[in-house]
C-alpha cells in the first residue's frame, strides 16, 4: 500500500478520500430528499442535525482532500487522449471539487439564514453563523442554491462516472483500475 501516488497510480490516501467523498454525497443526497418529504414535527430534527454534520464532514474532508492534493503526485493522463479530452477531464475534475465546497456551504448558508438552532458539529464544535442572524433573503438563495447545486452535482458525477467507464470498457486503459481500492494497474504491481 503506497500512500502518495506516482505517475502510474493515484495514492491510498486520494483513493480513500476519493470513495468516501463519493459514499458520503450518496448519502447525503438520499438522507436530504427524505427528509425534506417527512411531515414537519419536532422528531426530524436529528435527522437534519445528523444530516448538517455529516454535511460539514464533506466539506472538512473536501478541504483535507485538496490540501493533499498539493502535496501528492498524480498520474498523468493516457497519452491516448486528445488535448481537448484531456481539458474536459480537467474542466469537469475542477468543476466537481468546485461543487464539493458549494453543496454543503450552500447548506450551510441555509442553517444561519434561517438561525432556527445553533449549528453544532456532531454536538461537539459550535459552527459560526455565515449570516450573523436571520435573513430572508439569503435563506431564500441558501435554499435554492443547496437544492440545485446538488442536482448539478450528480449530474456532473454522473458523467465523469460515465466517461470512467467508457475509459475502462472502450478505451481498455487504465484510468479506472488506478483509481479503484487495491494496486490494480494492467502491468501489475510495482515495487
Ligand atoms: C455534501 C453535502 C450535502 C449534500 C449532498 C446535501 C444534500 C441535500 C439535499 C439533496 C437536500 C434536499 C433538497 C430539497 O429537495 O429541497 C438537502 C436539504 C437540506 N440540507 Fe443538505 N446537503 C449537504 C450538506 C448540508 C449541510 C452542510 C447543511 C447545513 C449545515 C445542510 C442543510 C440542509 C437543510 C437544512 C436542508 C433542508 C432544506 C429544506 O428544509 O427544504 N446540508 N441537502
Ligand atoms: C459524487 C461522485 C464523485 C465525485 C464528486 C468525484 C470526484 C472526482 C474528482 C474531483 C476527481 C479528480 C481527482 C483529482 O484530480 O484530484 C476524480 C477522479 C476520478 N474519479 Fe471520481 N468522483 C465521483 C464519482 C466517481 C465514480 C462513480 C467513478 C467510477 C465509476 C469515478 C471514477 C474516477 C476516476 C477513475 C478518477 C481518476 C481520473 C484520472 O485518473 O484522471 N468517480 N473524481
Known sequence: MTLKGSTAHWG??????????????????????????????????????????????????????????????????PATMSHAQVMAARVGHALLYVLLFAVPLSGWLFDSASSLRPLYWWGIVQMPSLTGGPDDQLKEIGHETHEWLFWLLILVAAGHATAALVHHFYHRDDVLRRMLPGRRTASGPTP
Open 12 to 77: 491510498s490516501v486520494a483513493k480513500l478520500f476519493h470513495w468516501t467523498i463519493v459514499l458520503l454525497i450518496l448519502a447525503q443526497g438520499v438522507i436530504g430528499l427524505i427528509m425534506v418529504e417527512l411531515p414537519k414535527k419536532p422528531n426530524i430534527i436529528p435527522i437534519y442535525t445528523f444530516h448538517k454534520s455529516l454535511g460539514l464532514t464533506v466539506l472538512l474532508l473536501a478541504i483535507l482532500r485538496l490540501i493533499w492534493r498539493l502535496f501528492d503526485v498524480r498520474p498523468a493522463e
